[in-house]
């Protein structure tokens, strides 16, 4: 398994934007498909977006479609989701997952590595 640590959450207003990052330890990087989840109070955990192990192939939720790119850089281990035109619905804690395997998914449960969180909040 590898380790992972997301940074770059914050408060924005809506129309904003953020990045966030995940950093990920080890040497096998690239065999590991990730994917961002998030969880606002109250309710479940929800998939946003997955990469493929080498890049070349992303998948996201439609509410997040057109305003958020996911992207990855296996030189240096980590995982990039770029978020634009922010809304307050866009409210909650971000969580970045990896998956052994190359293949995309947006099942939590078949994604082994969870960071931490990092909280994201779009005022209105």
């Known amino acids: 398994q590898v380790q992972l640590v997301e940074s770059g959450g914050g408060l924005v207003q809506a129309g904003g934007s953020l990045r966030l990052s995940c950093a990920a330890s080890?040497?096998?990087?690239?065999?590991?498909?990730m994917g961002w989840f998030r969880q606002a109070p109250g309710k479940e955990r929800e998939f946003v977006t997955a990469?493929?192990?080498?890049?070349?192939?992303?998948y996201y939720t439609d509410s997040v479609k057109g305003r958020f790119t996911i992207s990855r850089d296996n030189v240096k281990n980590t995982v990039y989701l770029q978020m634009n035109s922010l809304k307050p619905e866009d409210t909650a804690v971000y969580y970045c997952a990896a998956r052994r395997g190359v293949a995309l998914s947006a099942v939590a449960t078949e994604f082994g590595s969870w960071g931490q969180g990092t909280q994201v909040t779009v005022s209105s």
């Open positions: 080890g040497r096998t990087f690239s065999i590991y498909a």
């Open positions: 990469i493929d192990g080498r890049g070349g192939t992303t």
